[in-house]
Nanobody, 119 residues
Framework: QVLLVESGGGLAQPGGSLRLACAAA??????????ITWYRQAAGQQRELVASISGDNSVNYADSVKGRFTISRDNDKYTVYLQMTGLKSEDTGVYSC???????????WGRGTQVTVPL
């Protein structure tokens, strides 16, 4: 099991920026191979994938955030970041990170961090 803690959420104005962090409690050898995915869930809506990064730094983004959000990882700090720019009201939600060993059916979740972008 990998303990994940998200931080960096808050209130941002439309067009503004936030940087989220997902810190993991894991050995360096394990963290470096984990696939980490950011999800978000707006009130009353289903959770959706925002961005993911693999152990070899392959990245994937939801169409709605391409060109605005950037996911990256720092294995020395056991942390994955989500840099969010050009924020819109529709980016509002609870952002959670998920960690999965490649090929494993199991994964771990953080508790999430709230991002609010008013209209």
């Amino acid at each position: 099991q990998v303990l994940l803690v998200e931080s960096g959420g808050g209130l941002a104005q439309p067009g503004g920026s936030l940087r989220l962090a997902c810190a993991a409690a894991a050995s360096k050898s394990l963290f470096s191979i984990l696939d980490i995915t950011w999800y978000r869930q707006a009130a009353g809506q289903q959770r959706e994938l925002v961005a993911s990064i693999s152990g070899d730094n392959s990245v994937n983004y939801a169409d709605s955030v391409k060109g605005r959000f950037t996911i990256s990882r720092d294995n020395d700090k056991y942390t994955v970041y989500l840099q969010m720019t050009g924020l819109k009201s529709e980016d509002t939600g609870v952002y959670s990170c998920n960690a999965r060993r490649p090929g494993s059916p199991f994964s771990d979740w953080g508790r999430g961090t709230q991002v609010t972008v008013p209209l």
